[in-house]
């Protein structure tokens, strides 16, 4: 069992030097990495600088762990995200999210891109996120259990902290715009759906559609995190939206909304 931690332990101590004990943990995806830019006292360190950290091959994913501070909180953020579709283990796509996670923090606030299935959605809405669908066909808790990590069988009910939904539904209220509610389904990509597989998730419960996500709610619940879940549609998806979908207009749309999408993570890191 100690074998499945050294890689772990080892990352962890790289950090350990470089960077104070975080109080809450981010996940920034597509083209909203440049959040923890404003990070205060910041510290970005090159994940080719963290042993057996993945590098990221996606455009929009800038690669760098950033620790700093944030309306009064201790942060760290990883700027950018290993996907299963880049031929990554499930290990691989959650071994930041563990990282981070082993560092002490007890929130995690998870961010992602997301095609929207909600007919009622419009591309730039933010949506938390109050489940999620793991339909990638894998688990990031597959193999052997570590109990220093937490449980072989982990249970899932709330996936999603009801009383970070609460938080982030009272900043956006604040703030003035309606936060979007919704089941995220994280599927292996890297093709985007079709219209049939569109039809199929709405009669599934799905709300929004990405390539991520699932495997790292999985992965930081497995280790006692609170999470907090938050996709920006960036797009329509197959079938609602009547044109071809492209990573273009995922990072266009991501860089449009980015003042109202840090205006929420900040508020909502103030209120917890």
């Known amino acids: 069992m100690r074998a499945m931690m050294d890689p772990l332990s080892e990352a962890k101590e790289a950090i350990e030097v470089r960077a104070d004990s975080p109080e809450v943990a981010l996940v920034l995806g597509s083209g909203l990495g440049a959040f923890a830019d404003g990070l205060e006292d910041a510290t970005a360190i090159p994940y080719a600088e963290i042993p057996h950290m993945p590098i990221s091959s996606v455009s929009g994913h800038s690669g760098h762990l950033v620790a700093g501070r944030k309306s009064g909180k201790r942060i760290v953020a990883m700027q950018g995200r290993t996907h ?8 691989d796509v959650v071994f930041g999210t563990r990282l981070m996670a082993s560092l002490g923090p007890k929130t995690l606030i998870v961010t992602n891109a997301a095609g929207g299935i909600d007919p009622s959605f419009e591309s730039g809405d933010l949506m938390v996120i109050t489940d999620q669908l793991n339909l990638t066909g894998t688990s990031s ?6 109990e ?3 449980p072989r069988f982990l249970d899932m009910t709330a ?11 009272a900043v956006a209220r604040d703030l003035g715009f309606e936060l979007r509610h ?3 389904a994280g599927l292996l990509g890297p093709a985007y759906e079709t219209p049939a597989e569109v039809r199929m998730l709405r009669i599934l419960g799905a709300d929004a559609v990405g390539m991520s ?3 790292e709610v999985l992965a930081a619940r497995h280790m ?3 999470v907090l879940g938050i996709s920006c549609i960036t797009n ?8 071809p979908l492209s990573h273009d207009e995922v990072t266009e749309t991501a860089a449009q909304v980015r003042t109202r999408f840090e205006a929420l993570l900040s508020g909502v890191l103030e209120a917890i």
Do not use: W
């Open 148 to 150: 220093l990590l937490g």
């Open 159 to 169: 996936a999603f902290d009801p009383s970070l939904i609460a938080v982030a539904e």
């Open 84 to 91: 299963l579709y880049e031929g990554r283990s499930p290990a």
């Open 141 to 146: 808790l597959l193999g052997p259990n570590d």
């Open 213 to 215: 996500t699932v495997l």
């Open 236 to 243: 329509l998806a197959a079938g609602i939206l009547h044109g």
């Open 182 to 184: 919704g089941v995220y």
């Open 224 to 226: 006692g995190l609170r």
